[in-house]
T-cell receptor, first 115, second 114 residues
Framework: AQSVTQLDSQVPVFEEAPVELRCNYS??????LFWYVQYPNQGLQLLLK??????LVKGINGFEAEFNKSQTSFHLRKPSVHISDTAEYFC?????????????FGKGTKLTVNP | GAGVSQSPSNKVTEKGKDVELRCDPI?????LYWYRQSLGQGLEFLIY????????KSGLPSDRFSAERTGGSVSTLTIQRTQQEDSAVYLC????????????FGSGTRLTVV
């Protein structure tokens, strides 16, 4: 079964600093990878996804992620964060088996941007 | 509708009671998913519906949990004889179908069992 490990449960940073949220997945087959963001008291919103092609994926709000197959990683980065980026971020990997398709999520990383 | 609608947004119930949670997906979306979000545990897959195919129920934690999807649209998640460990946020998502991973999530139902 697929699994996702988000190495940091909480990441505090100062406004305008760069940030990297780490994600590793376990899979021996081709996968699709995703980052979702959840603002307080809201549902999840897709930030970006990797399906194929270029390993550097750009998403909304200035975020980007790089797929690294050899390291089975899909880390999320932003060069300069804003207070409004404070949220919880979830990495997810596709799990396609027996006609069923679903996403398997990590436990999330809480990003807190301080002034 | 424009988004995925879930109701109620909050539900407090007594231990041992049954509850029903509703999800109204985006019109035309053939795939529907239920996830459970517990504090510090991320999102736990519960069940997946795709069109008229048999649902993938592999994530349901016990036989107290069941779900149905009527007419390929609205879905209801039912928890019988609720326990305190069932307290969580239950999230519903929909997508256009196979190969579309752009899930749209609802805002969830926060279930508290007292």
């Amino acid at each position: 079964a697929q699994s996702v490990t988000q190495l940091d449960s909480q990441v505090p940073v100062f406004e305008e600093a760069p940030v990297e949220l780490r994600c590793n997945y376990s899979s021996s087959v081709s996968v699709y990878l995703f980052w979702y963001v959840q603002y307080p008291n809201q549902g999840l919103q897709l930030l970006l996804k990797y399906l194929s092609g270029s390993t550097l994926v750009k998403g909304i709000n200035g975020f980007e992620a790089e797929f690294n197959k050899s390291q089975t990683s899909f880390h999320l980065r932003k060069p300069s964060v804003h207070i409004s980026d404070t949220a919880e971020y979830f990495c997810a990997v596709s799990d396609i088996r027996g006609g069923s398709e679903k996403l398997v999520f990590g436990k999330g990383t809480k990003l807190t941007v301080n002034p | 509708g424009a988004g995925v609608s879930q109701s109620p947004s909050n539900k407090v119930t007594e231990k041992g009671k049954d509850v029903e949670l509703r999800c109204d997906p985006i019109s035309g979306h053939t795939a529907l998913y239920w996830y459970r979000q517990s504090l510090g545990q991320g999102l736990e897959f519960l069940i997946y519906f795709q069109g008229n195919s048999a649902p993938d129920k592999s994530g349901l934690p016990s036989d107290r949990f069941s779900a149905e999807r009527t007419g390929g649209s609205v879905s209801t998640l039912t928890i019988q004889r609720t326990q305190q460990e069932d307290s969580a946020v239950y999230l519903c998502a929909s997508s256009r179908g196979r190969g579309d991973y752009g899930y749209t999530f609802g805002s969830g139902t926060r279930l508290t069992v007292v």
